[in-house]
Nanobody, 124 residues
Framework: QVQLVESGGGLVQAGGSLRLSCAAS????????MGWFRQAPGKEREFVAA????????RYTDSVKGRFTISRDNGKNTVYLQMNMLKPEDTDVYYC?????????????????WGQGTQVTVSS
C-alpha cells in the first residue's frame, strides 16, 4: 500500500508561483516513477508532469513546458511541482500519483496510487 499526501495548493494571482509537495510512504519511493495530474470539475483528469526514479528523466504536457518543473528528493520521499507564471487556466485540483511500473508514462492508467488532491486557484 502507498500513501500520498499533497500540500501547497492555494489562491494566487496570474503570473504568480506555487510549489506543490507530495509526501509518500508505504513502499520504496526511490524506485517509483511519480507524476502530477490535474482535474477540473466535470472534466477528465489530465497529465501534467512525470519524473523517473532517479530524477534525471522528466516529461511535461505542452501547456506547462517552460513554466512548471517537477523534481524529487528521494531522501525525503517527496516529489515537488514548482509552478511559475501561473495562468487562470491552470486552476484545477492537482493530484500526485505513483506509477504501477518503472517506465515513464503520461497515461492515467499507468498510475496505481493517488493522493487526495490539492486545489490550485489562479485569479486573473
Amino acid at each position: 500500500q502507498v500513501q500520498l499526501v499533497e500540500s501547497g495548493g492555494g489562491l494566487v494571482q496570474a503570473g504568480g508561483s506555487l510549489r506543490l509537495s507530495c509526501a509518500a510512504s508505504g513502499r520504496t519511493f526511490s524506485s517509483s516513477v511519480m507524476g502530477w495530474f490535474r482535474q477540473a470539475p466535470g472534466k477528465e483528469r489530465e497529465f501534467v508532469a512525470a519524473i523517473g526514479a532517479s530524477g534525471s528523466d522528466t516529461r511535461y504536457t505542452d501547456s506547462v513546458k517552460g513554466r512548471f518543473t517537477i523534481s524529487r528528493d528521494n531522501g525525503k520521499n517527496t516529489v515537488y511541482l514548482q509552478m511559475n507564471m501561473l495562468k487562470p487556466e491552470d486552476t484545477d485540483v492537482y493530484y500526485c500519483a505513483a506509477a504501477r511500473g518503472r517506465a515513464m508514462t503520461s497515461s492515467l492508467y499507468g498510475y496505481a496510487y493517488w493522493g487526495q488532491g490539492t486545489q490550485v486557484t489562479v485569479s486573473s
